[in-house]
Structures are given as C-alpha cells and as structure tokens.
C-alpha cells in the first residue's frame, strides 16, 4: 500500500534553531495538510495545499512558521525560531479531495529543549 | 468551540463482544464523517466514512451510524479483538470547507484478551 512518508520522525534541538519537517505525499494525490498533535489540543491543522497551491494557513502561527510546497513530491514545515511550546508531533496527510479520505505519515515528533 | 465531540476518552471491553465509540457534532454543514485508528509512535490510519445521506456504512467488522437529527454517530466493532486496541478519531468534513477535516480529541480503546 502506498503510504506518506515524513522525514525525520524525531527531532531534538534547542530552542532558536531551525526546524524543518519534510512530507512526501502519495502519488497522485493532490491535497496536503500539515496537523500538530499535542495532549491539550488534540489534532489541529495548521495549513493545507491543494495542486500544491497554499489554500488554508490560518491554524500557524505565521510570524515563525511556514508551509510551502516546492513540488508535487514535497512538502515542508519550517519553524524558525522554534520555541518548547512547539514540542508536538507533526503529521502530514495527503488525499484525492471532497469525499475522500486522508491518509496520514507516522508523524515527526519534535522536542525543543 | 470544539464542533466534533467524543466524550469517552477510553472504553475497556472483551474480546469477542461489541465495542461501540461515539461521537457527537454541532455543526449541522458537515456531510461526510470518518474513523480513524491511531497506534502508539503511529499516524492516524483511514478506517471507515459515512457520507451524510446514508445512515449507515458497514465494512466487514466495522459500522458506522449517522443519525443526522441527533447529529451523533458512532462505529460499532463486531467482534472486538485485542489489536483493535488504540486510540480511535472521529473527524468531520463541511461542504464548501475546501477538504477541511475537523476531528475529535479520540478515544482510547481497550480490548481484553
């Protein structure tokens, strides 16, 4: 079975580093999210993509993070500076659209000491 | 405001009798609904979806119930087996939402040899 693949799956850096997650979406779909797990909040989205144009970005903070998507094989969440209160798990999913499931990679899970 | 509500954050049962998760919405434009399971150190995997003009959908053990007046529904495992224990996700879909998916905080099920 085809699966979206998250790279790296754990991340460990101190506070004002630069933090990049990267996604590789299944082929042929042609939605991406960007969610963060945390214990308090549950699975919120941060920004989606749709034919790799930004459409929702409104769940980041914007003054240090970003989303874009370079090409239809990746996609990237920065953080810069990044802070402890963005230690979460970040998952990526990619999907055909309306009506249609989401599938999701094993996450990255991030600490910022 | 929290639109997709599960309100048991764990259920313990046997094996081999029915497990039943639930989950309750507030916002009457979602029209296409889903499970999904989630293990530890995992990502979310894709388990079942009900579009809002059926009332149920049923894939071997595993039915999903809508019933769109109470704006609840839930997933029924029959038989429960000790690998369907995890964490299990209700989420929600709104026209027009742009593929958006909303979900709830999960519940951890347990299921005893």
């Known amino acids: 079975d085809a699966r979206v693949t998250q790279t790296p799956r754990h991340k460990v850096t101190e506070m004002g580093q630069e933090v990049t997650m990267r996604c590789q979406p299944i082929?042929?779909?042609?939605?991406v999210f960007w969610y963060r797990q945390t214990m308090m909040q549950g699975l919120e989205l941060l920004a989606y993509?749709?034919?790799?144009?930004?459409?929702?970005d409104s769940g980041m903070p914007k003054d240090r993070f970003s989303a874009e998507m370079p090409d239809a094989t990746l996609a990237t969440l920065k953080i810069q500076p990044s802070e402890p209160r963005d230690s979460a798990v970040y998952f990526c999913?990619?999907?055909?659209?309306?009506?249609?499931?989401?599938?999701f990679g094993d996450g990255t899970r991030l600490s910022i000491l | 405001d929290q639109q997709v509500k599960q309100n048991s954050p764990s259920l313990s049962v046997q094996e081999g009798r029915i497990s039943i998760l639930n989950c309750d919405y507030t916002?009457?434009?979602?029209?296409?609904f889903l499970w999904y399971k989630k293990y530890p150190a995992e990502g979310p995997t894709f388990l079942i979806s009900?579009?809002?003009?059926?009332d149920k959908n049923e894939d071997g053990r595993f039915t999903v119930f809508l019933n769109k007046s109470a704006k609840h529904l839930s997933l029924h495992i029959v038989p429960s087996q000790p690998g369907d224990s995890a964490v299990y996700f209700c989420a929600a879909q709104r026209e027009g939402s742009n593929y958006k998916l909303t979900f709830g905080k999960g519940t951890l099920l347990t299921v005893n040899p």
């Open positions: 993509f749709r034919n790799r144009a930004p459409l929702d």
């Open positions: 082929l042929g779909h042609n939605t």
């Open positions: 916002n009457s434009m979602f029209d296409y």
């Open positions: 009900i579009s809002s003009i059926k």
């Open positions: 999913a990619s999907g055909r659209g309306r009506d249609q499931p989401q599938h």
